[in-house]
């Protein structure tokens, strides 16, 4: 049990999230930043009006995900960089990240309903907010973070800890 465990909320399954993010917004590339708040809706997406039923529980201080989750998403790409299903592309702006061309035929091959509902799911978050900008997305999360929530982020604000 303790294997399956530590499967969750792992670079593992971090790095198939986004995986299933950047093979929806494919061939766009995306940066951590955006890749953090998309991960967010991802995995709650019940939180967003009309967004489908959310595949992780409605937990308290949620919304503290997206203030610890960096770390474990960027991990998380760096295992699906290894594998050759994401890519990384460096300029004197940061680094980006987008889909290869054997993302999608990696995907098609996965059957487990947890991950055909993340594929599901993760099209919606780009249809919805493949066309926000950076800041459009931020003042959304800024916006819903007590509805999310956001007990834990609000004691984090106020001790200057928030990053957006």
Request: hydrophobic content about 40%; proline content about 4%.
């Amino acid at each position: 049990m303790s294997n399956l465990s530590s499967l969750f909320n792992s670079p593992m399954e971090s790095g198939l999230r986004s995986l299933t993010l950047l093979v929806a917004a494919y061939p766009h590339y995306y940066d951590l930043e955006r890749l953090v708040i998309y991960d967010y809706l991802l995995v709650h997406s019940g939180d967003v009006e009309n967004g489908p039923k959310s595949i992780h529980p409605d937990t308290p201080h949620r919304s503290g995900e997206i203030l610890i989750k960096r770390p474990i998403i960027e991990s998380g790409l760096k295992n699906m960089i290894a594998k050759g299903l994401i890519e990384a592309r460096y300029s004197s702006s940061g680094i980006t990240y987008a889909a290869t061309e054997v993302s999608s035929p990696f995907l098609d091959s996965l059957q487990a309903g947890y991950t055909r509902k993340i594929i599901e799911i993760a099209d919606w978050v780009f249809e919805t907010f493949g066309g926000y900008s950076i800041e459009d997305l931020k003042g959304l999360v800024n916006d819903k973070l007590d509805v999310w929530g956001g007990e834990f982020v609000n004691e984090s604000i106020v001790r200057g800890e928030f990053y957006l």
